[in-house]
């Protein structure tokens, strides 16, 4: 399957309306039809620690997180997106100025979830098999590639994530700000990094690089970007 385009995405947002309780916008994701609530997290609270301590966890995912998950209901209930998956909601609603708050919860909520799955206690290391291929072939090598990940990470300015995508064919390296993720651009996210400060303010303060290269040296899920490179094929 293709990379849906930002046309194949409209299209797809459109259609959404007909089926919504069980239509994703995003189906070649490994993430993709996820329902709106908190979804539990993949290890145990204090497995990320150091790196990640459970202080953070506990308002990150248990305040933030959460109240993401809670104010897409609260916005859902009763209208027309009422069951539907959480990336039909951000397909249906990016770009309106009039669901602005349920864009932004709804993106909240999946990107976070997407946040989760790409750290991992048993993280780190090296990419393998296609990734690592792709990775030589399109960003230069692996040490280049985690490079300018953590430049993207740390140069972001205010609020947002870094993002590993396949646009098109290619691998890249990107930005996005605030609730905003790769997936309205039609692109394919395939391991992030929240750079909200809400993410490394208890443990590093200031210090967004020091967080940025933690995770990268000891969390980063290669598995889960391998995943959703397979997926999204
Ligand atoms: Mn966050």
């Given at each position: 399957m293709t990379t849906p385009t930002r046309r194949d995405f409209l299209m797809t947002a459109a259609a959404?309306?007909?089926?919504?309780?069980?239509?994703?916008?995003?189906?070649?994701?490994?993430?993709?039809?996820s329902p709106v609530g908190l979804p539990p997290l993949p290890?145990?609270?204090?497995?990320?620690?150091?790196?990640?301590?459970s202080s953070t966890l506990d308002f990150h995912y248990g305040k933030h997180h959460k109240a993401y998950a809670d104010k897409t209901a609260e916005l859902i209930k009763?209208?027309?997106?009422?069951?539907?998956?959480v990336e039909a909601i951000v397909a249906a609603t990016v770009g309106k100025a009039e669901r602005k708050a349920l864009y932004n919860n709804a993106a909240q909520l999946w990107n976070h979830t997407f946040y989760w799955n790409s750290?991992?206690?048993?993280?780190?290391g090296k990419p393998r098999g296609r990734l690592a291929e792709l990775i030589d072939r399109d960003l230069g090598g692996f040490d280049k590639a985690r490079a300018d990940l953590a430049t993207a990470a740390v140069g972001h300015f205010g609020s947002g994530w870094a993002w590993l995508v396949k646009d098109g064919d290619t691998l890249a390296i990107t930005t996005t700000g605030n609730?905003?993720?790769p997936l309205t651009t039609g692109k394919t996210p395939l391991l992030t990094l929240d750079v909200w400060e809400h993410a490394y303010y208890i443990d590093y303060q200031n210090r967004r690089a020091d967080y940025v290269n933690a995770v990268l040296d000891k969390l980063v899920n290669w598995n889960f970007a391998e995943e959703n490179l397979a997926a999204g094929a």
């Open positions: 959404a309306g007909a089926a919504l309780a069980t239509t994703s916008a995003f189906p070649t994701l490994a993430l993709a039809a290890w145990a609270r204090d497995a990320l620690a150091p790196v990640i301590s009763g209208t027309e997106l009422d069951g539907a998956t750290l991992s206690p048993k993280g780190g609730a905003d993720s």
